[in-house]
């Protein structure tokens, strides 16, 4: 007996050795070629933070613009919670721009926020009231380009979960071109019409969930992700979440008589 402990307690050893080091090889080891596109191997992380109006008060339904400076091919639209705080994943390493906004408050910008896996940036943004002395500062815009651009992306819970059938409303604010409604697949994509380049807003007002409005720079190909955050009991919307969504108004000779 003695001799069935005494060998016995390295085999212990060495099987839980073993089986820290798969652990610590799993834990380090990064996405999939598959997930990583372009057929390379990319370590993704996480970027959070909160907007808050003070201490203990928090901005609930900002949006977040999240962009990489060097490329505008990807963006990340997600929205502040209850506790004014938002976060997006799987964001691999390099430098971000970080743009929050609330109707009837000054936008904040954040240049510069680094990811670098395994640490998760934190961006916290302290926001004030536009007051009518102030003018509102206008959205970064990517110039007006007349090639057609194609816009595709995907609408997710913010557990990352795909939501299906969730309307989404494109327009140009110089109204250069028609507004654009569409509506996400079983898996949560959705792609939409050739669309010119420019500035555009993204519209979002789905029911349980806080509505989003965000200002687009469109200035070539673009993958869209969007992550929607569940509306709280009691939310108060804004005067414009109120508002019904604009429709196009046909011209006199395609009304019917009765309607000219």
């Not at 203990?56 to 900002?62: D, H, L, S, Y």
Request: glycine share 10%; proline share 10%; aromatic share 4%.
């Amino acid at each position: 007996m003695a001799v069935v402990r005494e060998s016995g307690r390295p085999m212990r050893r060495q099987l839980i050795s073993t089986t820290l080091g798969l652990a610590i090889l799993a834990a380090a080891a990064p996405l999939p070629a598959s997930e990583a596109g372009s057929g390379q191997s990319v370590r993704r992380s996480r970027l959070q933070g909160a907007a808050l109006l003070g201490r203990n008060r928090f901005v609930v339904g900002a949006t977040v613009l999240v962009t990489r400076p060097e490329s505008a091919s990807k963006l990340f639209v997600t929205g502040s919670d209850h506790r004014g705080r938002f976060r997006v994943d799987g964001l691999p390493d390099g430098d971000y721009r970080v743009e929050v906004r609330r109707e009837g408050l000054l936008p904040v910008v954040k240049e510069n926020v680094g990811l670098r896996f395994p640490s998760r940036a934190v961006v916290e943004v302290t926001m004030k009231p536009l007051t009518g002395a102030q003018a509102l500062p206008a959205a970064g815009s990517a110039g007006d380009l007349p090639a057609a651009i194609a816009v595709q992306g995907t609408v997710t819970a913010r557990d990352g979960k795909p939501l299906t059938d969730i309307p989404l409303r494109f327009a140009r604010p110089d109204g250069r071109q028609d507004p654009v409604v569409v509506r996400t697949d079983a898996a949560g994509a959705f792609e939409l019409p050739p669309l010119s380049g420019g500035q555009w807003r993204l519209e979002a007002r789905v029911v349980g969930f806080l509505p989003i409005w965000a200002e687009l720079p469109l200035s070539e190909d673009t993958e869209l992700s969007v992550s929607l955050v569940p509306q709280p009991a009691g939310y108060d919307p804004s005067p414009l979440e109120l508002m019904p969504a604009e429709e196009l108004i046909p011209p006199a000779q395609a009304l019917a008589p009765e309607l000219r």
